[in-house]
């Protein structure tokens, strides 16, 4: 019986498509926030700010932001007008059913939005304060 030829594949091809895998299982959050009456109204994200699904051990850590700066830098934003920008996480784990939104940092006024419900999309729209 002839047997089959065994076909080569390029390593780095292998490696694109993985990446690719992975950006499709990533989780893209947009924000919506408002500074309410604070004087001087700057914004900024902890590169530690991550995602925690509900009942799992693991996380999916943050990726990129759009529209917002990294700590330590800060981002100063218009007085009492809403801010939008975009968070990109890690994919979550496929059989998580909601997921917090944690920035997790070493002083007050770290975001954190509770309960949110997954999608199927994993594009989601969130108010913080």
Request: proline share 10%; charged share 25%; with cysteine.
């Amino acid at each position: 019986m002839p047997s089959q030829p065994l076909t080569e594949v390029n390593p780095d091809l292998l490696d694109l498509a993985k990446e690719y895998a992975n950006l499709e299982r990533q989780v893209i959050i947009h924000c919506r926030f408002h500074p309410g009456l604070m004087p001087l109204p700057f914004i900024r994200i902890w590169p530690s700010t991550y995602l925690k699904p509900k009942g799992s051990e693991e996380s999916a850590k943050l990726l990129q932001a759009f529209n917002i700066s990294f700590y330590p830098e800060w981002q100063r934003i218009e007085f009492n007008r809403y801010h939008f920008f975009t968070l990109v996480f890690e994919g979550l784990p496929k059989d998580c059913t909601s997921f917090d939104l944690i920035e997790e940092i070493p002083e007050p006024g770290g975001f954190f939005f509770p309960n949110i419900k997954r999608n199927e999309s994993d594009i989601y729209q969130v108010d913080l304060k």
